[in-house]
């Protein structure tokens, strides 16, 4: 691992057998977890009977049963059709008060959740319906769980340039509610060149600017993302390894890959979690923090990615300081609330080493 991005534990020493106790106890960021991705099949259900809305699977079971994906177009099918069931502010609300719970059970202190307006304004809810209800879940995460969420607004990239246009319009007047803005949907065909006017404007905004990149699409989109869109953090970007020269430029920048490993497994990108390339990616000096995406559909929240990987890749208490910290430095915080956490993390580990 390179010096300069693997950041000194503050104690050595914590045998393996504490690892899973550890994962669980230490304070971290998320910063890549697409809000109707956390949509249980029980919340589908009861939001469906909420809302009268006609469900195309009988049962909470037979709805689970469906979650066996080939690919992310298989997943995308089913995920968009179980947001169908989000009508109102509350609905909106309620799913992300449900996420924030579990956020708060797996000590994660920051979270950055991405949203797609698209999904819902194209089946008539209005942007603002979408906005305020998971507003109102985040402004009551920081006071009753003191969890500190904010939004990420995606672009859906399957649809056109002049859809994510009138989406940055209509959000115009919730400026205040976003921090940045993301590209998510079907990767391949759908390269990061076609929204550099978007993105070129969302930077003159001052937004915050992501994207996935490298998740199904080549290495090329992840240079393109950086290059093109001026993209802060690359959400998966694990494809970057089949261009060497990019590695040694995304170390040498200190870009953020946003990694989810039980996504990959789940959607086919890695055979299994042993093949999972994340060890490596922290060898070369990269910035890489661990992730959930998708939780309600690839079978675990962030702690569980986290049990789930270090337990295949047999990773130690150094790449779980490196990667909690990582999570807190590549978010888009103040440097003293980034301080303030880092600090809560290095007292965690110190008591873990005694
Ligand atoms: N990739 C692209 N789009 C998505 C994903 C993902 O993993 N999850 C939700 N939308
Ligand atoms: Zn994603």
Wanted: charged residues 25%; proline residues 5%; hydrophobic residues 45%.
């Amino acid at each position: 691992m390179s010096a300069a991005t693997v950041s000194p534990m503050p104690v050595a020493g914590i045998p393996a057998a504490r690892l899973p106790e550890l994962l669980q106890a230490m304070p971290k960021a998320e910063l890549h977890m697409h809000i109707e991705g956390s949509l249980e099949p029980e919340l589908i259900f009861a939001l469906a009977q909420r809302n009268g809305v006609a469900l195309s699977y009988p049962s909470v079971e037979d709805l689970r049963k469906a979650y066996a994906f080939t690919d992310l177009q298989s997943f995308l099918d089913i995920y968009y059709a179980g947001a169908s069931v989000l009508l109102k502010e509350d609905d909106f609300h309620d799913m992300a008060w449900a996420y924030l719970l579990k956020a708060q059970e797996d000590n994660i202190r920051h979270t950055e959740l991405f949203f797609d307006p698209q999904t819902h304004t194209d089946r008539g809810v209005p942007f603002e319906v979408v906005i305020k209800g998971l507003s109102r879940a985040c402004a009551r995460a920081k006071t009753e769980l003191g969890v500190s969420a904010s939004l990420i607004m995606c672009f859906l990239r399957h649809l056109s340039e002049e859809s994510a246009f009138e989406t940055l319009q209509a959000s115009l007047p919730y400026r205040e509610h976003f921090i940045g803005v993301g590209l998510d949907s079907g990767e391949r065909g759908n390269p990061p060149e076609k929204f550099a006017r978007v993105f070129a404007k969302c930077r003159e905004l001052g937004l915050h600017l992501v994207a996935h990149a490298g998740e199904e699409g080549p290495a090329a989109y992840i240079v393109d993302a950086l290059d093109v869109l001026h993209a802060e953090r690359i959400d998966h970007g694990v494809r970057c390894v089949e261009d060497p020269a990019l590695v040694e430029r995304l170390a040498k920048q200190g870009t953020a890959l946003t990694v989810c490993p039980l996504s990959n497994i789940k959607l086919c990108v890695f055979d299994k979690m042993d093949a999972h390339n994340l060890g490596h990616l922290l060898e070369q000096g990269l910035k890489v923090t661990i992730n959930s995406d998708d939780p309600a559909y690839f079978g675990g929240y962030l702690n569980q990615n986290f049990l789930e990987t270090f337990e295949a890749l047999d990773l130690d208490a150094q790449a779980a300081y490196t990667l909690a910290r990582n999570s807190f430095e590549a978010s888009f915080v103040s440097e003293a609330d980034k301080a303030r956490w880092i600090a809560e993390l290095d007292d965690t580990f110190r008591r873990f080493a005694q």
